[in-house]
């Protein structure tokens, strides 16, 4: 109708009334002009209102209640929709925005690493571009031999073939520009693939500061002290992250994945304490979708104090959050403990929901529970020896495998070895 009648919509007093309300004031002789208008209406706009009485009556009312709708998908907004749209339905673009923001990696490279991919890093030939009639040198000042584009600087440049060789012989793995962003996903363990993602966007960044260094203090580096810095960058940004410590820079220098990997198995050992008889993991996974139900699953394991794997459980859950995920993950290995030869044992259970802690910490040293814990939790935290204590995510990867794939079972998997 606005459409339609634009003068009169833009005096209306009711523009975000419906149809229906709309027509129901105007209809109704005891409202006045000035209750419906901004202002009294002109002779040749009063004539429009029979025009547009006559043209709503060919409208018949809906039931249903009234939507926003986006007008470039006709239908509800939704977030996914807007990034495909922004990414050009380019799914390879989609993921790479998704997992730069995942990295352990400093906030400011975060920032780079997606001003990299919208191709809007502030090369000499994008300023040259952007900024018409200035003197702007778009020649690269390292090598002088192609305009300084991205990809000139992060593929083509002597400190991008320096760079990209040395991490290709450290790591025995191939990377180019056409499989950069899947070789992300080179490594199945989530502590190697952790670290090597860390490698990546270490090189982008060092090659990055590397050339600013030559730009703006004409300090051109050598090949074996670009190295060092990426050798030093990498171990940094690893340790503030727990993957490995400074001692271990020589292992990391010449044996990096079995480094990480050797890594993640003595920290697993050292989480055994000298009183408990049992070690658990769990993890619970909660997804919400658009016009669908929300989906949802658990799981988790459990070992003796040699290390043999003795449960193991995976299957869907109906929960409103991650965070009642974790709980049910949680309910479900006490309750398998509590049925179990096992029930009088010191149990040390392992999540990374570190929320999930505090309410279990709070509930046992207080009279007062959380109002999300069950009856049926309460019960067994009550009869079961169990400490629950937080680790980082990237080692509990297998909990969260199956809480994952839990999610997708139409059936809880249980299997006692």
Known sequence: MAKAFPKLYSLSLFKHASLKQFLDVIRNPRVSETQLWKRNLRCWEQVEIPKLLSHASNFIPCQRKDQMMWAITNKPFNVKDCYDILSGGNQIAFGAYNLIWSLKIPPKVHYFLWSLLSDSLPTAHLLQKRFKGNLILSKCVICHNSDE????????????TWAWHFVEVWWEVKVSKNNFWSSFHKFKSPSVKAAWGIVLAATLWTIWLSRNQTVFENNKLGRKALEDLLLLRTLHWCES???????????????????????????????????????????????????????????????????????????????????????????????????????????MIHSDCQELIDIIQESKFSNNSHWLLSKDLLSL????????????????????????????RTSMIVSWC
């Open 381 to 408: 935290m009550g009869s079961i020896n169990f400490e629950l204590i937080k680790i980082p995510r990237m080692l509990n990867d297998n909990a969260d495998s199956l809480a994952t794939r839990g999610a997708m």
């Open 241 to 347: 992250v727990m993957l490995l410590d400074q001692s271990q820079s020589n292992i990391w220098a010449s044996n990096p994945a079995g480094l990480i990997l050797s890594n993640s198995k003595t920290v697993k050992k050292n989480l055994w304490t000298e009183n408990s008889s049992l070690m658990g993991f769990i993890d619970g996974s909660w997804k919400k979708r658009v016009n669908q139900d929300d989906i949802a699953g658990i799981g988790g394991h459990l070992h003796d104090r040699e290390g043999n794997m003795i449960l193991m459980f995976s299957g869907p859950v109906s929960t409103t959050s991650a965070l009642v995920s974790e709980m049910e993950a949680l309910w479900f290995l006490l309750e398998k403990i509590n049925n179990s030869p096992w029930s009088q044992s010191k149990v």
């Open 149 to 160: 584009t991205q990809d000139h600087i992060f593929w083509g440049c002597e400190y991008a």
